[in-house]
């Protein structure tokens, strides 16, 4: 039975059974491949997504229970046009294998969007459940620092 | 571009060809003095080039596998610098598997000396015998070792595309060379008229390339600063491609399970189960374990697993008591090596106190953030085969054997690694993707690890202990005497990449142990192997992960033996050995605030490793809260001889301490009936944002021969640690990882 899904504004009919996980209907269906797969147990938010604004575990969210629109890392803004967030990133040169950037990047939107001005704490309680084995804390943490100043100047 | 795949498969090129519309230039001082052997004949132009002009513009080849340490925007930077181009108005891509594309350094950092003591006669025979590498096919990112490797060929590849290209805008215009300049991808003629290279790119393709002098570094523009990173937008935005992201049209997704006894039989299985499940298209018997292609990654991972398989027992004791018995035993025989052997180490000098003490250290996986995967098509006559990897040539090898096909018929396409760490030098995931693909024919499989197959199917750091006796006498070390023993990762290497058994003397086992910049007189270190058939590889690192955590925390415990404060101690012996090892000591003295005493509820440590031609101090600092310790504050110093991208330097540094420190406080293989017990990230964490430290990087240019940036930062973290903790509990970690002795916060 088809699902009916909105991501990155876009309306989506998916053909899969109703088990199969977010984020592989957005890799391997979707073909929206900026959200990772990293555990599939939810311990390293690599998959991280928003649903309605809220950042979720893709890897933990059936399609079935799908409860609102999804934006991706793709929905926040493109090379051409990134959001503040992402242009923090570029500026901090966090990126080192980049491979849970994505993730890193969707739950400190959602912090933002919660928080427009979180201390160091707010970070780490945030953010703790992102894994990065390349180690980019620091300059994670200055991007989101100036995000927040960049986006309370808009 | 459409021209560059059919350009690629050729095989070398040194100086420059004519391509359709454009021109092509390989590194040409490889080949200097002597004229190039393989000028190519009619009909057969470019070859593996490091610089590709045509009218559509410029691109550079960084044949270094992208896993983070910035080496593709470096590499890039290196052509560039002399090129006159900007990074961000061309593009710079990884290229294919290529003999051109040899690691000359590699071969360079195996040669029998301490690295940090090398004249300059043994500093260019190490270049000579990189020349070694191309016959080797070694095309290899790893030892640290690109920079040093690209640092001189680049430039030289840069200035003679420059040239050539100045001299066919001379020839247009009718003047000499030298009154021409470039700048920004143009070559300015005296009247200031731009002739962008793109428009030169055809007659420059006819020119016999001149020879070039390098420009000084003091006219340089790029190196030596902090450069954007090529792939940060990318890595930004969602849009960098890595090996898990490659979407051929008509893919299919696979996923596997191999027998967790590592390197047992598969004795049979039963997959009727699986074959009945949503999406399932084909099960494949892979011989060694099973694999299941689906129209999805997920309904292949819960197929796979619905697979009941009988698998045979692992070659190795099952437990890993018994493991680390065999490691012990290792000791009761010959060295394999004593690469130190100074004064007289067997008589104890007179007035002297011994001290002695043993020390362990657990198996190690790599976990890079995205799970090994890779993406193959084979269509009975050529494989195509992408993946993020560091040994394009070796996987193409592989491959190439494993679908009985001619090296020529498999083209590797090498996308971003999420992850290298050592784990993508090695040949099973695209070994495995092939075997699964030639199940399907025509049909592009992706296959995909599930995490816990990753962590349960590593080449892991070896466990490994060490046993230390030392003398100290007046304040002063007089003497060490240092065994270490494990699994060789060299050997059992050696002997997966080339089929033939490894032998000789390990020097990768007792890197990081025996060339330590320390003037001790008597002084001797010996490595033993340890004979066990569990499957091991290069951790970042390597032997100096854990020879780094033996010999600095006994450099703690003959500092506390002599009565001495220990960063002194390590200052004064390494001042008389390597004044870039003491320089960096006295840098994180200095930036730390060190005085050698510590509040209560606050303990600071320090240590000191060479590897990879690059000595790194830290002190670390924890913190007492409420019974929990947390790691607050880390102050580095490293001494790379030339800092290309001090951006980047410092980001390797801070990222490779982090990686060790992760090691050191929770990371721990362990084996019950020859599985690996660990299956996810909750059973084998890493620091992560709330437990990592404050950190603080200073970069030092004073090395006489520039070191390698992305594997010294790890060695020094984990004794740095345990020595903080001895000062803040008075308990000296002896043993890895520390969360079984320390409640500390994770």
């Not at chain 2, 598997?97 to 360079?108: D, H, K, R």
């Not at chain 2, 020839?171 to 009154?179: K, M, T």
């Not at chain 2, 600092?621 to 001494?639: F, L, N, Q, Y």
Request: glycine share 10%; net charge negative.
């Amino acid at each position: 039975m088809a699902t009916d899904l909105k991501i990155n504004g876009k309306q989506h009919q998916v053909d899969l059974p109703d088990d199969v996980p977010l984020l592989w209907v957005l890799r391997d269906e979707i073909g929206l491949t900026g959200t990772k797969f990293g555990c599939g147990v939810a311990a390293c938010g690599a998959c991280t997504v928003h649903i309605d604004g809220e950042a979720v575990r893709s890897c933990q969210v059936a399609l079935s229970d799908v409860w609102g629109d999804v934006t991706t890392i793709e929905g926040v803004g493109t090379p051409d046009s990134m959001a503040a967030i992402q242009q923090a990133w570029v500026d901090h040169q966090v990126a080192q294998c980049g491979y849970c950037q994505s993730g890193q990047i969707m739950q400190a939107a959602a912090l933002l969007a919660e928080n427009p001005a979180p201390s160091d704490e707010d970070i780490d309680d945030a953010m703790q459940g992102n894994l990065c084995r390349c180690g980019t804390y620091p300059r994670i943490r200055a991007a989101i620092h100036d995000a927040a100043s960049k986006l309370k100047e808009a | 571009m459409a021209s560059v795949g059919k350009i690629l498969r050729r095989t070398f090129l040194i100086g420059s060809a004519a391509i359709v519309g454009g021109v092509a230039f390989g590194a040409y001082y490889v080949s200097r003095p002597a004229a190039n052997p393989l000028k190519p004949g009619e009909g057969e132009t470019a070859l593996s080039p490091f610089v590709l002009i045509d009218q559509q513009g410029v691109t550079l080849f960084a044949p270094r596998a992208e896993m983070g340490q910035g080496v593709m925007t470096t590499w890039a930077a290196l052509i560039a610098e002399e090129l006159d181009v900007e990074l961000d108005q061309i593009r710079v891509l990884h290229g294919p598997a290529a003999a051109a594309y040899y690691n000359s350094a590699l071969i360079g950092e195996g040669l029998p000396n301490k690295g940090y003591d090398i004249s300059d006669f043994q500093h260019n025979l190490g270049e000579a015998l990189g020349v070694l590498g191309r016959t080797l096919s070694l095309q290899v990112t790893g030892g640290s070792t690109s920079m040093r490797d690209g640092f001189e060929r680049m430039r030289e590849a840069g200035a003679t595309a420059r040239e050539t290209l100045k001299q066919a805008a001379a020839d247009r215009l009718g003047v000499d060379r030298s009154q021409l300049k470039t700048e920004n991808g143009a070559v300015i003629a005296p009247d200031g008229t731009r002739i962008p290279y793109t428009e030169l790119a055809e007659a420059a393709g006819q020119i016999e390339p001149p020879e070039v002098e390098l420009r000084d570094p003091t006219n340089w523009r790029l190196l030596g600063q902090n450069l954007p990173r090529v792939d940060v937008v990318g890595k930004s935005t969602g849009t960098a491609e890595f090996g898990i992201d490659v979407r051929p049209e008509g893919l299919k997704f696979a996923s596997v399970r191999i027998n967790p006894k590592l390197g047992g039989e598969m004795k049979g299985f039963d997959a009727s189960e699986a074959e009945q499940m949503p999406g399932v298209e084909k099960v494949v018997d892979l011989g060694n374990g099973v694999a299941v292609i689906a129209s999805n990654t997920w309904l292949a991972i819960q197929a796979v697993e619905a697979i009941d398989v009988d698998w045979g027992d692992a070659p190795y004791p099952p437990e890993t008591d018994a493991i680390f018995a065999e490691i012990a035993k290792a000791f009761d025989a010959s060295p394999n090596s004593t690469m130190r052997d100074d004064g007289d180490v067997d008589t104890l000098p007179e007035g002297a106190s011994e001290i002695t003490a043993e020390y362990t250290v657990p198996y190690l996986a790599h976990a890079t953030m995205e799970p090994m995967n890779a993406t193959a098509l084979f269509t009975g006559s050529a494989l195509e085969l992408w993946c993020g990897n560091q040994a394009p040539t070796l996987v193409q090898i592989r491959a190439a054997s494993t679908a009985n096909l001619d090296k020529e018929a498999v083209q590797i396409h090498t996308t971003y690694l999420g992850g290298g760490f050592g784990r993508r030098g090695e040949l099973d995931f695209g070994e495995i993707a092939t075997k699964v693909a030639m199940a399907m024919p025509g049909v592009p499989v992706q296959t995909t690890w599930s995490r816990e197959e990753d962590m349960r199917h590593d080449y892991y750091r070896p466990g490994a202990m060490a046993r230390m006796r030392g003398a100290v006498k007046d304040g002063q070390a007089v003497l060490i005497d240092g065994k270490v023993a494990s699994q060789s990762c060299t050997q059992q290497a050696v002997q997966r990449y080339t089929g033939m058994p490894g032998g000789g003397p390990d020097k990768v086992l007792v890197e990081g142990f025996f060339n330590q910049p320390y003037a001790v007189t008597n002084y001797r270190m010996s490595g033993h192997i340890a004979d066990l058939d569990i499957p091991v590889g290069f951790w970042r690192s390597v032997g100096n992960s854990h020879n780094g955590f033996f010999h600095e925390t006994f450099m703690d415990e003959m500092a506390h033996a002599a009565g001495r404060d220990p960063l002194e101690f390590r200052l004064e012996l390494a001042k008389a050995e390597h004044a870039p090892s003491a320089g960096c000591l006295q840098a994180v003295k200095e930036m730390s605030g060190w005085t050698g005493e510590t509040p209560e509820g606050v303990g600071r440590g320090v240590a000191m490793t060479y590897s990879f031609g690059t000595p790194v101090a830290q002190v670390i600092e924890v913190i007492d809260e409420d019974g929990t310790t947390r790691i607050a504050k880390a102050w580095i110093a490293c001494d790379v001889g030339l800092a290309l991208d001090p951006g980047t330097v410092e980001a390797q540094m801070y990222g490779g301490m982090i990686y060790g420190l992760s090691a050191a406080v929770m990371g721990e293989i362990t084996f019950a009936d020859g599985e690996v017990e660990q299956y996810n990230f909750p059973d084998y964490d890493a620091l992560r944002m709330h437990n990592a430290p404050v950190t603080e990087v200073k970069i030092l240019e004073t090395n006489r021969h520039m070191g390698g940036v992305g594997e010294p930062g790890t060695p020094p973290s984990m004794p740095a640690l345990g020595n903080a903790l001895f000062d803040l509990t008075g308990e000296r970690a002896r043993t890895l990882p520390l969360i079984n002795q320390f409640n500390l916060l994770i």
